[in-house]
């Protein structure tokens, strides 16, 4: 039995979407009352091969070029049905319509760079929420980005940053049309502190995307 290959959410569409998903199906617009989940109808949940991997990276471009705002949906992410669909939805309306006003006109821009080796963790006392929280602040915290945050401030909505195998990972919500500004000011700064990184972008809202 078909079943639906979630693809997006975003807020109410107008029009045909034009748009093929990882297995070449249409794709098509569903009503869940203020929001529209865009959906293909597959035989089976597409596997995360390579190819399939670049086909929805393809697929999420193409929709995040049509539309004002945009949710992608993880890899993989399907319902049985428009019923099943809307229960998975329904719970987190008021914040999925939070995020898609968030990221509305908005492209996500990717900087990574090689972080100090061998930082011991930050301890993390699980009595104190407080405790917990700065600690997380601490780990997650890259000394090396602060001139280049600095140039970049005025275009930034909201960031995220992500540590892994000693790179950082900073995630950067900024407006469509500031992209070149932005990527120039931070070219700049990287080079005025002798700081060796790799932006990338625009995209879509990949890490934006949390309430869903």
Request: hydrophobic letters at 40%; glycine letters at 6%; aromatic letters at 6%.
């Amino acid at each position: 039995m078909p079943e639906l290959c979630v693809y997006a959410l975003t807020s109410r569409l107008s029009g045909a979407l034009d748009v093929r998903g990882i297995a070449g199906e249409p794709l098509q617009a569903v009503h869940l009352g203020r929001l529209d989940a865009i959906v293909g109808r597959v035989r089976a949940t597409p596997k995360p091969t390579d190819r399939n991997l670049r086909r929805y990276g393809k697929t999420m471009s193409d929709l995040w070029r049509r539309v004002p705002a945009l949710l992608p949906a993880r890899f993989g992410t399907s319902a049985r049905d428009v019923e099943d669909l809307r229960a998975m939805v329904r719970a987190r309306e008021r914040m999925i319509r939070r995020r898609l006003r968030a990221v509305r006109h908005r492209a996500q821009m990717t900087t990574r760079l090689v972080t100090t080796h061998g930082d011991p963790p930050a301890a993390i006392e699980r009595s104190s929420g407080t405790t917990y929280l700065r600690s997380r602040q601490r780990e997650q915290a890259v000394p090396a980005f602060a001139p280049l945050r600095a140039a970049v401030r005025r275009w930034v909505r909201e960031e995220r940053v992500e540590k892994r195998h000693g790179v950082a990972s900073i995630y950067h919500l900024v407006p469509r049309g500031s992209i070149e500004r932005y990527r120039s000011a931070m070219e700049r700064a990287a080079q005025d502190a002798g700081v060796r990184m790799v932006t990338s972008g625009p995209f879509p809202p990949y890490a934006f995307a949390d309430a869903w």
